[in-house]
Each structure stands twice: as structure tokens, then as C-alpha cells.
């Protein structure tokens, strides 16, 4: 089973086993990873979910939509080149595993 590291602000991490297809923003909001509150539901409509994907993993994810971008834009942390929103990312088959931080604010 696919495994998703969250990492805490603190350095802190806690590491899930995610079914694929399941999003970060749900397994984190599913499981009270503190940070993550995805306000919208997964909608690309809020950047409450923003974290910054460690760049070993950047590669296998897809790429930015028009929305996503503009909602990175509005984020409340730093936007970084790393930024995505967590409820734009799928677990699947090709990404088995993922570690992201999440910024120490989100609203």
C-alpha cells in the first residue's frame, strides 16, 4: 500500500498508508494531520491544503492546472517552486510514496 509522509513545521513527521486513489488532502483530513484543513473539500477552491512536495517526488506528479495555479497564488504561506495543493495530488500506482511539508500556516 502506498505510504504518504506529512511533515510537521516542527520537523515532526507521521507517515500513512493511503489507498490509491485517494488524495492527500483527504487521507490527511481523514487521519487529523494537523495543518491540512481543506476547506473547499477538494475542490481547488481555498489553498488550505498547500504543502510543498519534496522535489525527489516532483517529478512523478502531474502537472499544475490553470486552477491549482491560481489558488497557489492566493496561498497564505510562501509560494515555492515545490508548491502544490494536496487535494490536486492522487496516490497511484506510479507514486507509491510521497513526503511533503506542510507550511506553519494555512488561513
Not at 490527511?28 to 498547500?50: K, L, R, W, Y
Amino acid at each position: 500500500m502506498p505510504t504518504v509522509t506529512y511533515t510537521q513545521p516542527n520537523g515532526t513527521q507521521q507517515t500513512l498508508k493511503v489507498e490509491a486513489g485517494t488524495t492527500l488532502m483527504r487521507a490527511a483530513v481523514s487521519n487529523g494531520i494537523d495543518g491540512i484543513i481543506g476547506e473547499c473539500g477538494g475542490q481547488a477552491m481555498c489553498a488550505t491544503c498547500h504543502v510543498y512536495v519534496r522535489p525527489e517526488y516532483a517529478q512523478a506528479l502531474p502537472d499544475i492546472s490553470d486552477d491549482e495555479d491560481e489558488m497557489l497564488d492566493c496561498a497564505t504561506a510562501e509560494r515555492m517552486d515545490s508548491s502544490r495543493l494536496a487535494c490536486q495530488i492522487k496516490i497511484d500506482a506510479e507514486l507509491s510514496e510521497i513526503v511533503v511539508d506542510i507550511p506553519a500556516g494555512q488561513l
